[in-house]
């Protein structure tokens, strides 16, 4: 993942590379191939045409975002998988009973990941066993929400509340989520699926609302790694602590094959979704516990 942070800067493409210039002299490059994604939050950048139609060939998606860390647009390639018209098509026609059953399996996923991830902090983390298992298809019952009103005071403090317009752990939180985000869009385009095509996220307005979705089990992972920030003392979105946040794509998880990093997980879940969608598939291909291997 790349971030260009820095006011003023022009992206390019030459050859295999992104480079990055500032002033007319060229500060630094990096293989193409080598990026899951570019997150612009900075001012003033400019583009070439034909780095745009670089990361759009290698599904490299290309994310601006907003004063608050928030995306505000994302760069989709208009041609990602062989059978994207198939699969679109599957997606589209999928039935609600489908789409509330895979919104179950995540919402379970998320809740098993919370508590995951304050059993490795050491905090309060009985009860969300329970609160995973009653979840219904579709979740009418809300648990996803009631759940995350007894996470985040155990989590951050009782004082803490989850504000995406707030600053310090917030902004944090936003900026991992963002990073996380791009990844899974680009595993959803990867996989030949359309990423407004939701399943509990359908706003008219929301353009990725499949990413919103299929990132819910990987949230507490996100988490995890802004209270490590915290508890080493961090208290602002820095370049430090950025980087530091940005590793949530190539962190490790237990699946069924092993350790694979985030990323490559995100990737067989979009699959599964669309084995799902294709009626070859009832469950979707999540890691066995959402939360890295060494917290």
């Given at each position: 993942?790349?971030?260009?942070?820095?006011?003023?800067?022009?992206?390019?493409?030459?050859?295999?590379?992104?480079?990055?210039?500032?002033?007319?002299?060229?500060?630094?490059?990096?293989?193409?191939?080598?990026?899951?994604?570019?997150?612009?939050?900075?001012?003033?950048?400019?583009?070439?045409?034909?780095?745009?139609?670089?990361?759009?060939?290698?599904?490299?998606?290309?994310?601006?975002c907003?004063?608050?860390?928030?995306?505000?647009?994302?760069?989709?390639?208009?041609?990602?998988?062989?059978?994207?018209?198939?699969r679109?098509?599957?997606?589209a026609?999928?039935?609600?009973?489908?789409?509330?059953?895979?919104?179950?399996q995540?919402?379970?996923?998320?809740?098993?990941?919370?508590?995951?991830?304050?059993?490795?902090?050491?905090?309060?983390?009985?009860?969300?066993?329970?609160?995973?298992?009653?979840?219904?298809?579709?979740?009418?019952?809300?648990?996803?929400?009631?759940?995350a009103?007894?996470?985040?005071?155990?989590?951050?403090?009782?004082?803490?509340?989850?504000?995406?317009?707030?600053?310090?752990?917030?902004?944090?939180?936003?900026?991992?989520?963002?990073?996380?985000?791009?990844?899974?869009?680009?595993?959803?385009m990867?996989?030949?699926?359309?990423?407004?095509?939701?399943?509990?996220?359908?706003?008219?307005?929301?353009?990725?609302?499949?990413?919103?979705?299929?990132?819910?089990?990987?949230?507490?992972?996100?988490?995890?790694?802004?209270?490590?920030?915290?508890?080493?003392?961090?208290?602002?979105?820095?370049?430090?602590?950025?980087?530091?946040?940005?590793?949530?794509l190539?962190?490790?998880?237990?699946?069924?094959?092993?350790?694979?990093?985030?990323?490559l997980?995100?990737?067989?879940?979009?699959?599964?979704?669309?084995?799902?969608?294709a009626?070859?598939?009832?469950?979707l291909?999540?890691?066995?516990?959402?939360?890295?291997?060494?917290?």
């Open positions: 993942m790349v971030e260009i942070a820095e006011d003023g800067r022009h992206l390019a493409r030459l050859r295999g590379f992104l480079t990055v210039n500032a002033g007319g002299t060229e500060i630094g490059r990096i293989p193409l191939d080598d990026i899951a994604a570019v997150i612009a939050s900075a001012h003033g950048i400019t583009y070439s045409n034909n780095l745009l139609v670089a990361l759009a060939e290698r599904g490299t998606p290309l994310v601006v907003g004063s608050n860390h928030r995306p505000a647009a994302f760069l989709w390639a208009a041609d990602s998988h062989h059978e994207q018209s198939g679109m098509a599957d997606q026609a999928a039935s609600l009973p489908l789409k509330k059953r895979l919104w179950a995540l919402v379970v996923a998320k809740i098993e990941g919370q508590k995951a991830t304050l059993e490795a902090v050491g905090a309060v983390h009985e009860g969300f066993a329970l609160l995973a298992r009653k979840v219904r298809s579709g979740d009418p019952d809300n648990v996803e929400a009631q759940a009103r007894r996470y985040w005071p155990l989590l951050f403090g009782k004082d803490f509340r989850r504000d995406r317009a707030a600053g310090e752990t917030n902004a944090m939180l936003n900026y991992c989520y963002t990073v996380l985000r791009a990844g899974t869009a680009r595993a959803i990867a996989a030949g699926l359309h990423p407004s095509l939701g399943l509990a996220h359908r706003q008219r307005g929301n353009a990725f609302a499949l990413a919103d979705d299929f990132m819910e089990p990987f949230r507490p992972i996100a988490d995890l790694l802004v209270h490590e920030l915290v508890g080493d003392g961090e208290s602002e979105l820095n370049g430090d602590t950025k980087s530091r946040l940005a590793r949530i190539i962190t490790d998880m237990s699946t069924a094959e092993g350790t694979s990093p985030v990323g997980c995100l990737e067989r879940l979009a699959l599964s979704a669309a084995r799902c969608f009626g070859e598939a009832q469950k291909d999540l890691p066995r516990r959402t939360l890295p291997l060494e917290a």
